[in-house]
């Protein structure tokens, strides 16, 4: 049956496409567009709020047991403004307290299924990819942060591939079991956290294998230059502690991600059963803020992934 009418989320996402057959005022806005956004993303939920309330079978959730004052002091609601006919909020409308619970529930049983998980996985976006640059090239001016709506396209694009590589393409070996999670940053660049369970077979159990897939020092800059370059742009934790006690990582006087790091001639298993990454002392250094930080202030990372998504791409 063909529609007579488009929903506010579809109008939206015809109103912040860049074509050429109509005016690119709108996305030429900047600061004004991500105001237009969020009304768009307000406006939006408030639809989808509307038909829960009135259109939503809400008898399927049994609303009726919160008429009322009687039956509200009773389950423990106390407060004046929970008083009343209640509208439950279901499963699948993000963000709601069924839709956390859900989820929470589902990676629990995963957990239990699977065992305790073999990677942790940590992908953020980088606002220099290509495909960003070109499309911001389109409208001369323009700037990462005036286009959130290409950041996260790209970004989206980026991540399908990612876990494609990992749980497809089996590239830390046959995977059993995946979840990740997309969080942004407070100035907007979005990063995903990633859990991956290998099949038994395939688990990193020894030191020397662990050094096949995660490194924790400087490349040789006269050897790869290339990773050379990525590991020191994307890679590197500070400057923080003495020369930097105003980090954003700075609590009491201690960087909360606990860098710089100890040396160590090669990787061991501590007792709580995490790796501590090999750190030589090998005067390999790269500068960053006018200070010199060595191996001890490197993020672990796999050479492969950094040197296919040039991002952050910490591997734990």
Request: aromatic share 10%; proline share 4%; glycine share 6%.
């Amino acid at each position: 049956m063909k529609r007579e009418f488009v929903t506010r989320r579809e109008y939206y996402c015809y109103m912040l496409q860049q074509m050429s057959s109509k005016s690119q005022l709108l996305i030429r806005g900047g600061r004004l567009l991500q105001q237009y956004i969020i009304d768009a993303f307000t406006s939006i939920e408030d639809e989808r709020l509307c038909y829960i309330r009135f259109k939503y079978q809400q008898e399927h959730y049994r609303s009726k047991i919160y008429k009322g004052v009687q039956d509200a002091f009773l389950h423990g609601d106390i407060s004046a403004n929970t008083v009343g006919k209640r509208n439950i909020l279901p499963a699948s409308f993000t963000g709601s307290p069924r839709y956390m619970i859900q989820h929470y529930h589902d990676a629990m049983a995963i957990c239990r299924a699977l065992g305790n998980p073999d990677l942790f996985i940590t992908f953020t976006c980088n606002t220099q990819w290509k495909e960003i640059c070109d499309a911001l090239n389109l409208i001369p001016g323009q700037r990462a942060e005036d286009r959130p709506d290409i950041i996260f396209r790209v970004f989206h694009t980026k991540l399908i591939e990612f876990m494609k590589d990992i749980k497809q393409e089996n590239y830390f070996g046959r995977a059993i079991g995946g979840i990740h999670t997309v969080e942004f940053q407070k100035r907007g660049l979005p990063h995903v956290h990633i859990i991956v369970w290998l099949h038994p077979d395939d688990k990193y159990s020894t030191t020397d294998d662990i050094d096949e897939i995660i490194c924790a020092e400087i490349p040789d800059k006269q050897l790869d230059l290339i990773l050379y370059n990525i590991v020191s742009a994307f890679m590197i934790h500070g400057p923080c502690g003495i020369a930097n006690p105003k980090a954003p990582c700075m609590r009491n006087q201690r960087c909360t991600k606990h860098f710089p790091k100890k040396y160590s001639s090669e990787t061991v298993i501590a007792d709580d059963g995490f790796a501590l990454y090999r750190r030589r002392d090998d005067d390999r250094t790269v500068v960053k803020g006018r200070v010199k930080l060595d191996n001890q202030s490197v993020v672990p990372y796999n050479k492969g992934l950094l040197l296919k998504y040039q991002a952050h791409v910490n591997v734990e």
